[in-house]
Every structure is written in C-alpha cells, then in structure tokens.
C-alpha cells in the first residue's frame, strides 16, 4: 500500500470538512458511543470488586449508586447501550444482508425504536417516583 | 513494509469477531439491563448477589459476558485508532496499554466472579 501523505491542514480539519449524511453521524455516534461503553465496562468492574470487600463495603457502595443523580446517569447510559446495539444490528445487515440498499430506512427504526425503548426504560426504573408524584397530586 | 503496527495482518479475522460478538452482545447486555437495572426489586443487597454468584449459571453468564464484553469493546477502540496514521512508537504504545489493561481488568472482574 503506498503510503499516503497527510493532508496539509490536519486531520481534525479535513474530517470536519467532509459533507455528513445521515449515515456519517451514524458511524460517528456509534464510535462515541462505543468508547463510551467500553469506558463503563472498566468503571463497572472496578466497582464490584467491592464484592469481595465484604457486605457492608458493598451495601454502602450501592446505596451511593441508587441516589437518584447515579440512577439518571444509569439510564442515560441505556441510551448509548441502545443505540450502539441496534445499529451494530444494521451494520451487520449491511455487511452480510445486503443491507446498503435499505440502511437508511433501517437507521430510522435505529432512531425510532431506540427513543421508545429508552422512554420504556425510563419508566421502568422510576416506575415508583413517577407513581408517588401522581399520587400526590390526587 | 510493515510500516505500521497492527498493519500487518488484513484484520478480518478481528472484523468477523467483532460482528459475532457484537450480535451475543445485543442479547447479553440488552437482558442484562432489563435483569438488573430495569427493575429496582432486582436485588442488589450483598446478601441478593451473593445468591446469584453462587448459582453457576450466573456465574457462566458473568463470565462470558466479561471475556466477549471486554474483547469486543478492546477490539472496537484498537479499530479506530487502525483508522488513523499513527507514528509506529505512538500506535505501539496505544496497542501496549489497550493489551496489557484489557488482561488487567479481565483479571480483576474474573477474580471479582469466582471469589464466590
């Protein structure tokens, strides 16, 4: 392969001069997203080495980790698990299932689908807060 | 010729792991969130886990998850950093802190499963 010369103004510049469509945001926010899960595997597995700390290392761990600040970060994070999720899904489509003729239609369920999902979560976790407020207003 | 570490082979063998994990990993995680940070009745007191870490069904799970997770998301990082003309002692130090941390936290979460 010959070796090509870098180009003159850097490649931060000539990355963000090239035209976006959907599909480059996609290849974008699936790298994002993907550091950014990997990061989380590594935090995640420091934390439960308190497991081997004993019972009251791992209770006090934990009640730090269902204050409501750290059980909104944990459904943001269900964003990027959704999102790198299914469109994985539609990048192995596009690779074995001849998915370039259909990817963008398959990235609008990716869009779709993952707002859902993401919205269904969130009631899932807070089904209890969410609950109490109605309540309280009745 | 190899001007480039991690140049030298074609990467398709990593490429069709990274899909196949990657396809696990949908399942895995996706019924690891709703199993365990889904439902807030889940039980995550010491006592709760404890039960499911003795069980060995979990602890495969845990495994698996750990090992395909780790590699895929090591894999995924290496990848992009592929995609960039990196200078050799820069691209091996990368590949050297991406290896050697990888085999430390696999470790550590390992050694964190089978204390029980």
């Known amino acids: 392969m010959a070796y090509q010369p870098k180009p003159p103004e850097g490649w931060l510049k000539t990355n963000l001069k090239y035209t976006k469509q959907s599909g480059s945001w996609a290849w974008i926010l699936h790298r994002i997203t993907g550091l950014g899960l990997t990061a989380y595997i590594y935090l995640h597995i420091i934390a439960l080495t308190s497991l081997t700390k004993g019972a009251k290392a791992f209770d006090d761990e934990m009640k730090l980790f269902t204050t409501p600040v750290f059980k909104v970060l944990e459904w943001l994070l269900f964003s990027l698990v959704i999102y790198h999720a299914f469109n994985g899904i539609r990048i192995v489509l596009v690779d074995w299932a001849n998915g370039a003729r259909y990817h963008k239609k398959i990235l609008t369920v990716v869009y779709g689908l993952g707002i859902v999902l993401f919205i269904g979560m969130g009631f899932l976790m807070f089904r209890e807060p969410i609950t109490n407020m109605f309540a309280s207003i009745r | ?116």
């Open chain 2, 1 to 116: 010729m190899y001007k480039h570490t991690g140049s030298r082979g074609s990467g398709a063998p990593g490429w069709v792991l990274q899909r196949i994990t990657g396809i696990l990993l949908v399942v895995v995680v996706i019924g690891h969130y709703f199993i365990m940070h889904a439902d807030p009745a889940s039980g995550h007191t010491y006592s709760a886990v404890l039960e499911r870490m003795h069980h060995p069904f979990w602890k495969m799970f845990d495994l698996t998850f750990i090992t395909v997770g780790l590699w895929h998301g090591l894999n995924g990082t290496w990848g992009i950093f592929r995609d960039y003309e990196l200078k050799p002692a820069v691209s091996l130090t990368i590949y050297g802190i991406i290896i050697l941390s990888g085999i430390a936290f696999w470790v550590l979460g390992v050694n964190t499963i089978l204390s029980f």
